[in-house]
C-alpha cells in the first residue's frame, strides 16, 4: 500500500507539494508514482532562476521502464533543485517524500495549492486508477 | 480475456507488480527490477517464461520442411538436443519472427516461438505444411521457467526428476536434454549460462518452489528485457518484425546461405538485398552522456543521415546507458542521440555489452 502523507498536497500528474515556513514549496513525486516506475535511474532537473507557470513541464524522472514529465504544481519561480539526485536518483524510490525531493519554488500565488487534491482525495485518484 | 499462465497466483503471493504483455498477465518485478538484475549477473534468478509457444514438428519430412521454412540451416544440427537460432521470414524476407529449433532425431524436431506472434505463427506453420509430410503440434499445457546465472546448474540439475538432473549436468551450450515430459536446454536470454526447463504444468508450482527455496530469485520482464539488451540480444517487434529483414537486424549471421542447393522462404528477395548493398547496419550504442536511450530516439549522424533506436534503456551492470540502433551503413565511431530535443553524444559499439557477468567494451 503506497505511502500518502497528510501534510501537503497532491496533484493528479502524481506530484506532491509541501509549503514550508518560509513560504516556498518543495514539490516531489508520490510514493505511488515510483512504484509505478520502478527503479529510477536519471532525473532531468530545472535550473534555478527558471520561472514556471503552473502546469508547466520542467523535469524528467526516468525509471528502467519509462521516462515521465514532471509539472509544476504551482506558478512561481525555481529556488532550489536537489543535485544529489544526479548521483543518486534511487532516493526517489526509497524515500520520496524526504530525500527524493526534486525542486523548490518561490510561488507568484500560495493559493493557488487550494486547486490541488488533498491526500484523501489523492488516494481517491489513485483507487480509481 | 488476459491469459494467465500456471504460475499467476504464485507470482501473485510473492507480491509480483503485474502487467500486461502481449495479452499475458505477466510478472515486471517483485521489488526492484535493478536488484533481479544483478543477481542473475553475480548468482541465479528464475522467469516464468510459460507464456512461450512450445511447437513439435514430427513426421518423416520434418527436417525438409524445416529446412524450407526457416533461414538458417537445421542440416547443422546432427548431434541430438542440439539447438539452433532462427529466423522464420516471409517472401519477402520480412521477419515473421525468430526462434529456437532443437533437434529430437531426424522426423522430430521442436521450436519454440514467441508469445505475442503465436496466432500468425502458427497459422504460418500450418500454411507452409502443405505438401510436406508433417504434422505441426503444438504444446500449450507445458509450462517454461528460464533458470539463469553463474549458479543456475548447481540449483537446478538437484532437483530434476529422476536421472535428468545427471543428464542436465552433462549437456553443453545450447543443447537439451529430456525425460517424459520434462525438457531441459542449456539456453536464455540473458547472455549468463543456465536453463530453459519445460515442464508439465502441473509440476510447474512445486518446482518453482522448490527453486525458491534454494535461493533462486523471481525476477521479472523488467530484469528479463534489461539482461537481454545487455547481451545485445534482439527482441521481436522492438528491434525487428516483418518490415524487416535479417541483414538489417543485426542477425546476418543466422542466414545459412551454404548449400546454396537449399532454397527456403524469402531466399531471393534476401539475395537481392544483399546484392543491392545499401542496407542499413545495426550497431549497439553507449551513451556518453547523463540520460536514458529509449527506443524511437533518432541517431544523428556526422553528416546529417538518420537512424533510429530500436530498443534502449539503463545498464544496471555498466550503470550506463545503452542501446540497439538501426542506422546507415556509413556511421562512424560516435553519433548523437536526440532525447527530447537535445543532442548527446553516444558510442558506436558491437552490440554485445555484457556476457557472463562481464563487461565486453571499453567505457
Known amino acids: ?129 | 480475456m488476459t491469459k494467465k499462465t500456471i504460475l499467476n497466483s504464485a507470482h501473485r503471493e510473492l507480491n509480483a507488480r503485474m502487467v500486461d504483455f502481449g495479452g499475458w498477465d505477466m510478472p515486471v518485478n517483485y521489488g526492484s527490477q535493478i536488484d533481479e538484475h544483478h543477481f542473475v549477473r553475480q548468482s541465479v534468478g528464475m522467469f516464468d517464461v510459460s507464456h512461450m509457444t512450445v511447437v513439435d514438428v514430427n513426421g518423416a519430412q520434418a527436417k525438409a520442411y524445416l529446412q524450407t521454412l526457416l533461414a538458417n540451416d537445421v542440416a547443422k544440427l546432427t548431434r541430438q538436443g542440439k539447438a539452433l537460432y532462427s529466423c522464420m521470414l516471409n517472401e519477402d524476407a520480412g521477419i515473421i519472427d525468430d526462434l529456437i529449433v532443437y533437434f529430437l532425431d531426424e522426423q522430430n524436431y521442436r521450436l519454440v516461438v514467441n508469445a505475442s506472434t503465436r496466432d500468425k505463427d502458427i497459422a504460418w506453420l500450418e500454411k507452409q505444411a502443405e505438401g510436406f509430410n508433417v504434422d505441426i503440434n503444438e504444446k500449450p499445457t507445458l509450462a517454461m521457467i528460464a533458470v539463469q546465472g553463474p549458479k543456475a546448474r548447481q540449483k537446478v540439475c538437484p532437483l530434476l526428476p529422476d536421472r535428468l538432473g545427471l543428464s542436465a549436468a552433462e549437456i553443453k551450450p545450447f543443447s537439451a536434454c529430456w525425460h517424459g515430459e520434462w525438457f531441459v536446454g542449456r539456453t536464455g536470454y540473458t547472455g549468463e549460462d543456465g536453463f530453459e526447463i519445460m515442464l508439465p504444468e502441473d509440476k510447474a508450482e512445486g518446482f518453482w518452489k522448490q527453486l525458491l527455496e534454494v535461493g533462486v530469485k523471481p525476477c521479472g520482464l523488467g530484469a528479463r528485457d534489461t539482461l537481454r539488451l545487455e547481451a545485445g540480444m534482439n527482441l521481436y517487434g522492438q528491434d525487428m518484425d516483418e518490415t524487416k529483414n535479417p541483414l538489417e537486424s543485426g542477425l546476418a549471421w543466422t542466414i545459412a546461405w551454404e548449400p546454396a542447393s537449399r532454397d527456403f522462404v524469402g531466399k531471393a528477395a534476401l539475395q537481392a538485398i544483399k546484392e543491392k548493398a545499401s542496407s542499413d547496419k545495426f550497431v549497439g550504442l553507449l551513451l556518453e552522456e547523463k540520460g536514458v536511450l529509449r527506443g524511437h530516439q533518432k541517431v544523428v549522424l556526422e553528416d546529417g543521415a538518420r537512424g533510429e533506436i530500436t530498443s534502449g534503456g539503463y545498464s544496471p551492470t555498466m550503470e550506463r546507458s545503452i542501446a540497439l540502433a538501426r542506422v546507415p551503413a556509413n556511421i562512424g565511431e560516435t553519433c548523437k542521440i536526440d532525447i527530447r530535443g537535445k543532442l548527446k553524444n553516444a558510442t558506436v559499439v558491437k552490440p554485445c555489452f555484457v556476457r557472463q557477468g562481464a563487461i565486453q567494451i571499453k567505457i
Open chain 1, 1 to 129: 500500500m503506497s505511502d500518502t502523507p497528510n501534510d501537503r498536497k497532491y496533484a493528479d500528474s502524481h506530484e506532491w507539494a509541501l509549503l514550508e515556513a518560509d513560504g516556498n514549496i518543495r514539490v516531489g513525486i508520490t510514493d505511488h508514482a515510483q512504484e509505478l516506475l520502478g527503479d529510477l535511474v536519471f532525473v532531468e532537473l530545472p535550473e534555478v532562476g527558471q520561472e514556471l507557470n503552473k502546469g508547466d513541464e520542467c523535469s524528467v524522472v526516468e525509471s528502467v521502464k519509462a521516462a515521465s514529465d514532471i509539472y509544476s504544481p504551482v506558478t512561481g519561480e525555481i529556488v532550489a533543485v536537489n543535485e544529489e539526485l544526479d548521483d543518486t536518483p534511487e532516493a526517489i524510490n526509497t524515500s520520496p517524500y524526504a530525500d527524493g525531493w526534486i525542486f523548490v519554488i518561490k510561488p507568484t500565488e500560495t493559493s493557488e495549492l487550494d486547486d490541488l487534491l488533498d491526500a484523501d482525495g489523492y488516494i481517491n485518484l489513485t483507487e480509481d486508477e
